[in-house]
């Protein structure tokens, strides 16, 4: 059974940065497509970032593009999600989660889309 564990949120100013971590178990990396997600109450949970370990092909939402950078560490089954120039808006809990792809496919980068999912960590942008 896959477990994902988040951590690295917490309260940051506007324009400062925060780096989540998504730590694996139970699965291995390569195999996988692992997203961030993030979802604030009496919204649907938004698509922020995934990344393909297949073929490495990353997804950003385009509110995200130029500020977020996800990546990984094979050597210790961890996603991370580079939160740089951040704002208010981008308040929310952020959740990973993750689908096993097959070679040449592309799981697309929604929550309809993935099997296992961690508990969350909370991201808070305020001065």
């Avoid at 210790?76 to 981008?90: A, R």
């Avoid at 929310?92 to 961690?118: E, I, K, L, R, T």
């Amino acid at each position: 059974q896959a477990q994902l564990v988040e951590s690295g949120g917490g309260l940051v100013q506007p324009g400062g940065s925060l780096r989540l971590s998504c730590t694996a178990s139970g699965l291995t990396l390569d195999y996988w497509t692992i997203g961030w997600f993030r979802q604030v109450p009496g919204k649907e949970r938004e698509g922020v970032s995934c990344l393909n370990n297949r073929d490495g092909s990353t997804y950003y939402t385009d509110s995200v593009k130029g500020r977020f950078t996800i990546s990984r560490d094979n050597a210790k089954n961890t996603v991370y999600l580079q939160m740089n120039s951040l704002k208010p808006e981008d308040t929310s809990a952020y959740y990973c989660a993750a689908v096993h792809v097959f070679p040449g496919v592309q799981a697309p980068c929604v929550h309809s889309a993935m099997d296992y999912w961690g508990k969350g960590t909370l991201v808070t942008v305020s001065s």
